[in-house]
């Protein structure tokens, strides 16, 4: 697999991941913040209740990480989670989980074939949306699963607002990501991905933009702390309510 252009191709981004599987715990484990990160962005959605009632979405849940942080933020919601990687999907699964955690085996353009379907109360993606196609049509198939007043966070990098941003990810990727995804798989495929495809994704304020089109409101950005400042944002949104 080659990675050109924008990354990988949309139908070998499973693959890569599922090379990685083994060794992505391991990896992000030692990216400082990466797990209190993916928390504040499932916080971010503000679930009442600690999710009593509600029925909730992990789209490109990996290896569960994401899993984790929605179900610390709403312990008593009905959480489906899914992932187009088998490799990543068993690794999640393989963990502990209470019983209204559910895992599906899906890309995110099938989960109706794969018996995935609406309404939902709050989606969480993270860094889902720069590997699709065609974002502004997953977006709006997105929110076509929310219920009106559901709530949506992107859990995502976006560089491309900011010049330090950029050269951080670069030096990051570089001289620490990629070295270490070698030594861990032998493998630096979905590590250059991941490069590439961070540094071609949408600016933040793009992102925005993106989203109010395919008409998300109650529009909001808010990025991390530490070294992922200005580098990993939530992207918060949400389905209008219904009209009479």
Known sequence: MRVTGMGLPRDEVPGAFDVGARAYDRLVGANPGYHDHLAKSAERLRLP??????????????????TAALLKAAPHAQIVAADASAEMLEVARSKSWPSNVTFVHSRVEDLNVNGVDGPFDGILAAYLIRNVD????ELKSLMS?????GSIAFHEYSVKDSIRAQVLWTF????????????????????????????TFDGAGEFARRMQRAGFTSLATETMTGWQNGVVHTFLGARPMETL
């Open 49 to 66: 209740g600690l999710g009593d009632g509600l029925r909730l979405l992990d789209i490109g849940c990996g290896t569960g990480a994401s």
């Open 134 to 137: 065609d974002p502004d049509t």
């Open 145 to 149: 699963l929310l219920e009106p007043g």
């Open 172 to 199: 990051v990727c570089w001289a620490v990501i990629i070295p270490l995804g070698y030594l861990a798989t032998r493998n630096t495929t979905l590590y250059q991905h991941l490069w590439r495809s961070v540094v």
